[in-house]
């Protein structure tokens, strides 16, 4: 586990500007920086970056936060993920609790720093070998710029290495550097023998061309092997052209595209993503100029990949290999692609061609021609589903049910209603009739409570904050945006006072219990400490991030404090009266203390009253 300090520590250490400045272009107003919404469609800049505070407020989507949830929210990354991806990325040393007897916990962010550490000198032991004078190294060179028309120079640009066919020499080098057997088991680069003892780890890779395969930030948490001549006949996955790693804390397929920490630099409203299937065909695109390319892991692609790629552009190519394979493919990611709101198009390749032939054969015109002539939502929908020679009724409405079922997973109307008058115009429908059946069939999906989920580890909050204020959302902006009224409000702990059914209420109960104990917290540096939600802590950091507007701060923090006082004791008297009107069993005692209560509360009321 890592220690708040030493997480307190990092927040200081990065450079919140140089971190978002990678996802938006930032320019200075002022003592904060604007730019375009990361989270959102804007024309008029509305995101700001404040370095002093080391926060982000988003004002057309109503988020907020410090880099560390910046990072989360970007990369769909777990909040220990975005630290210690943080701490990589600027060059900080975290700190680790400790066990009782001294020893390091075993806790997950140190067991991933481990593995990092371990994929870090495998990709050092790998281009070695690549480069390495013998037999093997000359083979693979040889097979890497004459086979694959690759040059020795883009293999370096791109970390591609080779796995020797002794893995034990593999072996060997990483357990001189104090790696454990049980380490090097859950990197994935090992699987133990079926002999016990030391030693008995086995390379998962070996005789393969080694291509490393990276996270968002470009760190290696996992390879791919291609097969060659050299490759042991005695390797389990021998038959296997292409062996993965396997999953691992590091790398889970699932959730990541191979080359995202490249095109997602390379996208924007006006350049898409393009998803190919190899991994040597994204190398090639690269090396060819077309670096917003991904490839797939091997596996299905799965809604977290997508809501990946939503983060960093709206659009995206599917190269379609062209078979029914290909059209299998694009029918599984297209309702997926709609859900997460992605604009997708499909470019159809020729039966037996790839990217990376298609490229080394008729150049980087005819790859361009390919995505630039990549067909539409609704027009591949018609060409899948409608047969021009059979105008059956029946086979119709057939067609059209399988089209809306997919038109329906887009979470936009506008989005629906565009693509079901497309769908009439181009299938040569009554659009009146096709407008029916979609509203039929929409209702039934409603019905059913069916909605569309949108995937993505945190979700965007669209839409501005618009109920009018209360005492306590005053009372909690002064307290934010000016620091001196911290001491006030401690002194005075309206906690008794507060609303605990707001959110500006509960947010200021755990303040006032935080400043009991931390006189000097500060919500820029503490906010997690007294939010418990996301709402909570969106709501902070826009208050950090508006300018005051309140030059008589003290006399408005004054006002709040009898406005609580004026609004307790009036649900206090009302209380008192309730009670006594229910006309129940009261000792003398306590009728006397009710009545004097009572009294004492009109009396109160009356002189603040009388103030006003």
Known sequence: MIKRESIQNLKHHVDICQLIGDYVSLQRAGSVWKGLSPF????????HVDPDKGLYYCFSTSQGGDAIKFLQVKENLSFTEAVEALAERFNFKLEYETREGGGAAAGTGRNLKRLRMIHEQAQHYYRQAFNAETVEGAAVRKYWVEDRGFTLEQ??????????????????????????????????????????????????????????????????????????????????????????????????????????????????????FVMVEGQLDAVRCWTEGFEQVVATQGTAITEVQLSKLKNYGPSLIMCLDGDAAGVKSALSVLPMALAAGIDIRFAHLDQGEDPDSLLREQGREAFQQLIDQ??????????????????????????????????????????????????????????????TDFETMRQRVRNHGNPVRKPGALA???????KLSTVESDLLRLVIQHAPLRDRLRSA??????????????????????????????????????????????????????????PEAEESFELCLQ??????????????????????????????????????????????????
């Open 493 to 550: 702990d309206p906690v008794d006072m507060l609303d605990p059914a707001s959110v500006e209420g509960r947010l200021l109960i755990r303040i006032c219990a935080e400043l009991r104990e931390d006189p000097h917290w500060m919500p820029e540096r503490d906010a997690d400490l007294v939010c418990e939600t996301e709402a909570e802590q969106n709501l902070l950091y826009h208050l950090l991030a508006s300018a005051s507007q309140d």
């Open 40 to 47: 959102s469609q804007e024309k008029t800049p509305s995101f």
């Open 155 to 272: 293999a370096e640009t791109y970390g591609i290495g080779y796995a020797p066919g002794d893995g034990g020499l593999f072996y060997r080098f990483l357990s001189q550097q104090r790696f454990s057997d049980a380490e090097l088991e859950a990197s994935g680069l090992f699987f133990p023998r079926r002999q016990a003892g030391r030693g008995s780890m086995m390379a998962r890779f070996r005789g393969r061309l080694m291509v490393p395969i990276c996270d968002l930030m470009g760190k290696v948490i996992a390879f791919t092997g291609r097969k060659m001549s050299q490759t042991p006949a005695n390797d389990p996955a021998f038959e296997a052209k292409y062996v993965n790693s396997p999953g691992t804390d590091l790398f889970n397929k699932g959730t990541l595209l191979f080359g995202i920490h490249i095109a997602r630099k390379a996208v924007n409203e006006h350049t898409p």
């Open 460 to 466: 965007v909050t669209t839409g501005a904050d618009t």
């Open 374 to 435: 990549a067909t539409p939502v609704v027009p591949f929908l018609v060409d899948r589903f409608f047969d021009p020679e059979n105008r059956d009724p029946a086979a119709l409405s057939r067609s059209c049910q399988q089209c809306i079922e997919i038109i329906l997973k887009s979470p936009s109307q506008v989005v629906q209603t565009g693509m079901i008058e497309e769908l009439a115009n181009l299938a040569g429908l009554e659009t009146r009739s096709l407008r």
């Open 563 to 612: 406005s609580l006082l004026h609004r307790f004791q009036k649900r206090r008297l009302q209380l008192i009266e309730r009670k006594l009107s229910k006309g129940g069993r009261f000792s003398d005692e306590e009728l006397t203390v009710l009545l004097g209560e009572k009294l004492e509360l009109q009396r109160s009321i009356a002189n603040q009253r009388d103030k006003r």
